[in-house]
């Protein structure tokens, strides 16, 4: 257990539908990254944000959008879906200290039909 | 922006012997090299990971080695076991700037072990 927390574990949705995925931190990590994971496309950065604010952006489709609160936890908000969107989309954190090891969260397995 | 690639995509050993998966980068300003290793439908998890101040690191049974002249690093699994079968990934993360800690990952490697 990486202790980095995701929700939920598997979506079911139609096409054109909106959902929103969510994430916590570890305990004490500052930082939320999002990544997709598909069969073509591999593993991708999709986004980054450090203490509420984006700190960096990849490739991550205008449809989608994110943010992270006050408590840390972090939304990946997703619209628009289509069936290319099915995916497993994880989160990671690091520790403030070693600002370049991440830790994966469970992921979420979004399944678009 | 970093482009990892990774060799073999594929994988068989036989249970007991040595694995290695290689992979190169295409930025010299990368600094921080981690393998993860990911079981069917499970999070990816970090096994070991390398900096650029070092050019070797080892962990029981797992080692990774760094060639900066050439933009390589490699990941060395000796004496295999079948709970040794996953997908591995390299990734490399360029430290500078707004680009902080984003990893760029490889392919993967479908590593196989057969008893």
């Known amino acids: 257990d990486s202790g980095v927390t995701q929700t939920p574990k598997h979506l079911i949705t139609a096409t054109g539908q909106r959902v929103t995925l969510r994430c916590s931190p570890r305990?004490?990590?500052?930082?939320v990254y999002w990544y997709q994971q598909s069969l073509d496309q591999g593993l991708q950065f999709l986004i980054q944000?450090?203490?509420?604010?984006?700190?960096a952006k990849g490739n991550i489709l205008e449809r989608f959008s994110a943010q992270q609160f006050p408590d840390l936890h972090s939304e990946l908000n997703l619209s628009s879906l289509e069936l290319g969107d099915s995916a497993l989309y994880f989160c990671?954190?690091?520790?403030?200290?070693?600002?370049?090891?991440?830790?994966f969260g469970p992921g979420t397995r979004l399944t678009v039909l | 922006g970093e482009n990892v690639e990774q060799h073999p995509s594929t994988l068989s050993v036989q249970e007991g012997d040595s694995a290695v998966i290689k992979c190169t980068y295409s930025?010299?300003?990368?600094?921080?090299f981690p393998w993860y290793k990911q079981e069917l439908g499970k999070r990816p998890q970090l096994i070991i990971d390398?900096?650029?101040?070092?050019g070797e690191k080892k962990d029981q049974r797992i080692a990774v080695t760094l060639n900066k002249t050439a933009k390589h690093f490699s990941l060395h699994i000796t004496e295999t076991q079948p709970e040794d079968s996953a997908v591995y990934f390299c990734?490399?993360?360029?430290?500078?700037?707004?680009?902080?800690?984003?990893?760029?990952f490889g392919r993967g490697t479908q590593l196989t072990v057969w008893p």
């Open positions: 390398i900096r650029s101040n070092v």
């Open positions: 944000y450090y203490n509420g604010e984006e700190r």
């Open positions: 990734a490399a993360s360029i430290s500078r700037g707004s680009t902080l800690g984003r990893l760029y």
């Open positions: 930025d010299s300003a990368s600094n921080y």
């Open positions: 305990s004490g990590d500052l930082s």
């Open positions: 990671a954190s690091n520790p403030p200290d070693r600002t370049d090891t991440q830790y």
